[in-house]
């Protein structure tokens, strides 16, 4: 799924101002959540922007392949996400696929990794974080085929225990 030229113009200026105002309520409040890959449209320079802001890593250019997504609600944006390339080595992976050093190199083109999650600071919404993963999840596999032509098997994350429960996943 393509951005849509809806989406193009709801931010036709990379510096343009996002509306902060609060958005609170339960997801059944507001209409269905909607996931947009905005890789390469006039949205990617304001997901570099405001992930460099509110993510606690802030923005950092990936290598290899990646795709980022915003997610909106009602035309605004209220999480933004990318997935990328996984770690080369990773011993706990590598140890629970139970693959060996060989099928690391033949299959690791199949591993994605979730690079950045934010839900916005202005938003309220409770169970979105695990709604909007699921939305992304169901779409990323179509996407990485079409993008990468790669059929992806796993997708991997981790979470800063420091910060974050990792309730969502």
Not at 27 to 47: K, R
Request: aromatic residues 10%.
């Amino acid at each position: 799924m393509g951005l849509s030229n809806h989406k193009k113009e709801m931010i036709p200026n990379p510096l343009a101002e996002i509306d902060t105002d609060l958005i609170s309520g339960t997801l059944s409040d507001f209409a269905p959540v909607e996931i947009e890959m905005i890789c390469g449209s006039n949205c990617d320079p304001v997901w570099n922007q405001l992930v460099n802001r509110h993510h606690y890593l802030g923005f950092q250019r990936l290598l290899g392949h990646r795709l980022k997504y915003f997610a909106f609600i009602q035309d605004r944006p209220v999480a933004a996400l990318s997935r990328s390339a996984p770690a080369l080595k990773l011993g706990q992976r590598d140890c629970f696929i139970g693959w060996s050093a060989d099928q690391r190199k033949r299959h690791l083109h199949q591993v994605v990794g979730n690079s950045r999650f934010l839900i916005m600071p202005w938003v309220q919404v409770p169970n979105l974080a695990s709604h909007v993963m699921g939305l992304n999840i169901a779409q990323l596999a179509k996407d990485w085929k079409r993008h990468f032509d790669t059929q992806l098997l796993l997708l991997e994350t981790f979470v800063d225990s420091r910060f974050f429960k990792g309730t969502c996943y």
